[in-house]
């Protein structure tokens, strides 16, 4: 079946380093690609996706290409804040009409430090 | 606009008692999941409702679990009985047409 891979956390930072955490994939098709955040308290929030390959998906500083050729979808930031501190989940679909249930990776908890 | 509501937001419970959970998704959402999510895990898919109508429970405990969407709005999720591996939280989330999911606070649920 479809199977998403995250690297292991808690990854910890210093406040303005760079950040990638990577996420590999597994599927049978072409799915869409995600990248979800789950700050302290707070529910899943979308915080970028890819839909094609070659596709880039941006918000809030951070950026994910979509990799076909290495199947993968790695979440970057050029420089990183304390209120970037969160659990980051990448997941897919598979599913052209996109209304399926998410795979997703077991989460990364990401630790900026002043 | 309000955003996918859960009730309650932590629960406790003795195993082999029973314990509901209600969602309430975003107006105008079609389509209502249920995700289990395991401590240090992602989510996982439990039951997607088109309308009322459950069209992917496959991952859906049924000897203990069940859901209902009656009117095609609010759900419930129930467990009975709840065991102690069945402490976890549980998400709602909501998608109109676009696909795009939006993710209810969870329910924390502990059993001890």
């Known amino acids: 079946g479809d199977s998403v891979t995250q690297m292991e956390g808690p990854v910890t930072l210093s406040e303005e380093a760079c950040l990638t955490i990577?996420?590999?994939?597994?599927?049978?098709?072409?799915?869409?690609l995600f990248w979800y955040v789950q700050y302290p308290g707070e529910g899943l929030q979308l915080l970028l996706k890819?839909?094609?390959?070659?596709d880039k998906g941006s918000n809030k500083g951070f950026e994910a290409t979509y990799r076909k050729e290495t199947t993968s979808f790695h979440l970057e930031k050029g420089s990183v804040q304390v209120s970037d501190s969160a659990v980051y989940f990448c997941?897919?679909?598979?599913?052209?009409?996109?209304?399926?249930?998410?795979?997703f990776g077991k989460g990364t908890h990401l630790i900026i430090q002043p | 606009e309000a955003g996918v509501v859960q009730s309650p937001r932590y629960k406790i419970i003795e195993k082999k008692q029973p314990v509901a959970f209600w969602c309430n998704p975003i107006s105008g959402h079609n389509t209502l999941y249920w995700y289990l999510q395991n401590l240090g895990q992602g989510p996982e898919l439990l039951i997607r409702?088109?309308?009322?109508?459950?069209?992917?429970d496959s991952q859906l405990p049924k000897d203990r679990f069940s859901a209902e969407r009656l009117k095609g709005v609010d759900s419930t999720l129930k467990i009975q009985p709840a065991e102690l591996g069945d402490s976890a939280v549980y998400l709602c989330a909501s998608s109109s047409t676009s696909g795009r999911q939006y993710f209810g606070p969870g329910t924390r649920l502990t059993v001890t």
């Open positions: 997941a897919l679909i598979y599913s052209g009409g996109g209304a399926d249930g998410l795979t």
């Open positions: 990577n996420c590999t994939y597994t599927a049978t098709g072409y799915p869409s």
């Open positions: 409702y088109e309308n009322e109508e459950a069209v992917d």
């Open positions: 890819a839909t094609k390959a070659d």
